[in-house]
Structures are given as structure tokens and as C-alpha cells.
Nanobody, 116 residues
Framework: VQLQASGGGLVQPGGSLRLSCAAS???????MYWIRQAPGKGFEWVSA????????YYADSVKGRFTISRDNNKNTLYLQMSSLKPEDTALYYC???????????WGQGTQVTVSS
């Protein structure tokens, strides 16, 4: 199983980024999460999407600003982030969800830095 996150970078407050997560080594039909870790802080669940992409869930901190989606034909998970704030600065990971809601595989993470 491999999860390769990309698309991070440096962006000004109010800007946008789209993260991608390329999945391989398994049937891309599991629920997926985006999780982040800000500098010096613990992990924070950001968003979830079900197997067909029709059901999505968000942390209150990103609701209305971030959109999770997936393309099962391309085995790729996305996170469209807009109206970015400095507090969104973190290492963003994609992760595969197992039936009990925990995760078993993580990607290597992609850094998002929101700063003027």
C-alpha cells in the first residue's frame, strides 16, 4: 500500500491550494481521511470521504473552506483548500480508513504553509 500526497506549498492568507493523494497497492474503495499536524501540535482529523465520494465530513475548523473529493478511476484523493488561514499551516497526510474508523496506512505528508 502506498499513499503519495502532493500539492503543498507556501500560500498567502486567503489563498487556495489543492492537495492530491495518489493511492496504489490496494483497491481504492475504502473510506479515506485527510489528517494534519501543525508544528508542535498533535494530529488533527480534517476531513473524510466515503467509498463512492458522495458522503463527506469536515472538522469544524475547516468546514466551508475545504472540500474533499476522490476520483476512483484515477485512484486519487483530493483536498481543495480555500480561504486559507495561518492556522492551517501543517503537514497534511492522507490515510486509509479501516472499518473501526481508525487508519492503517498513511502517506508521507505534504507541507502547507500559510504566511504573508
Amino acid at each position: 500500500v502506498q499513499l503519495q500526497a502532493s500539492g503543498g506549498g507556501l500560500v498567502q492568507p486567503g489563498g487556495s491550494l489543492r492537495l492530491s493523494c495518489a493511492a496504489s497497492g490496494f483497491t481504492f474503495s475504502d473510506w479515506m481521511y485527510w489528517i494534519r499536524q501543525a508544528p508542535g501540535k498533535g494530529f488533527e482529523w480534517v476531513s473524510a470521504v466515503n467509498s463512492d465520494g458522495r458522503s463527506t465530513y469536515y472538522a469544524d475548523s475547516v468546514k466551508g473552506r475545504f472540500t474533499i473529493s476522490r476520483d476512483n478511476n484515477k485512484n486519487t484523493l483530493y483536498l481543495q483548500m480555500s480561504s486559507l488561514k495561518p492556522e492551517d499551516t501543517a503537514l497534511y497526510y492522507c490515510a486509509r480508513v479501516i472499518p473501526d474508523g481508525s487508519v492503517d496506512y498513511w502517506g508521507q505528508g505534504t507541507q502547507v504553509t500559510v504566511s504573508s
